[in-house]
């Protein structure tokens, strides 16, 4: 089946470690990406989105995500992340393909320890 | 600007019964879409609307429905609930046609619980 895969369950790590999420969907043509994000305690919100041009995608908060269309791969990165970043990661897609809907990864729940 | 409100944030019910959960979007915007969050199956697409039409609609039974004001509220009822029905009920609004294309502003979410 046509999927949103996120391959890390969970991750653990120090403070100014560097980060990568990765993210693959099953979708052929044009796709939609984005990465959500949870806060404990808090709503869903947008990290970053990519539609179109330049596949290095630049978010909020120091995240950037690079789309690699042969690899059908959206991954996450963070250079040095804070005990802030501690949350769970949803990578999600939309494309005609995918029924136009937006269809989520699992999620992965990222543990900074300060 | 406030968010997009649901209401209410907790729920507990038995099977059998039905629910309607409801969510206010942000002013201005005309879309709004439905998901059910699980620790099984994640996120999951329920439906879409756009002034007042279904766009769209996941792989729910029909017990699960939704409408769409004119004034772009929206509620989802779920009828004859089951155990399995216990879930947070997630709502987001966009501004544009569909939370496909562009950026989705969830609410905090409504936790079903199902006895």
């Known amino acids: 089946a046509q999927s949103v895969s996120q391959h890390n369950h969970h991750v653990i790590l120090s403070e100014a470690a560097s980060l990568e999420l990765g993210c693959n969907y099953s979708?052929?043509?044009?796709?939609?990406l984005f990465w959500y994000v949870q806060y404990p305690g808090q709503h869903l919100q947008l990290l970053l989105k990519y539609f179109s041009g330049d596949p290095l995608v630049k978010g909020i908060k120091g995240f950037e995500a690079e789309f690699i269309k042969s690899k059908f791969s959206f991954n996450l990165r963070k250079p040095s992340v804070q005990w802030s970043d501690t949350a769970e990661y949803f990578c999600?897609?939309?494309?005609?393909?995918?029924?136009?809907?937006?269809?989520f990864g699992g999620g992965t729940r990222v543990l900074v320890k300060p | 600007k406030a968010g997009v409100t649901q209401t209410p944030r907790y729920l507990i019910k038995t099977r059998g019964q039905q629910v309607t959960l409801s969510c206010s979007p942000i002013?201005?915007?005309?879309?709004v879409s439905w998901y059910q969050q699980t620790p099984g199956q994640g996120l999951q697409f329920l439906f879409e609307y756009f002034s007042e039409t279904q766009r769209n609609k996941g792989n729910f039974p029909g017990r699960f429905s939704g409408r769409q004001f004119s004034n772009s509220r929206s509620e989802m009822n779920v009828s004859t609930l089951e155990l399995g029905d216990s879930a947070l009920y997630l709502c987001?609004?966009?501004?544009?046609?569909?939370?496909?294309?562009?950026?989705?502003?969830f609410g905090q979410g409504t936790r079903l619980t199902v006895v």
């Open positions: 979708y052929g043509g044009t796709v939609n």
């Open positions: 002013s201005g915007h005309r879309s």
């Open positions: 999600a897609v939309s494309s005609k393909a995918a029924g136009n809907k937006l269809t």
């Open positions: 987001a609004s966009s501004v544009g046609r569909s939370a496909m294309n562009t950026e989705a502003f």
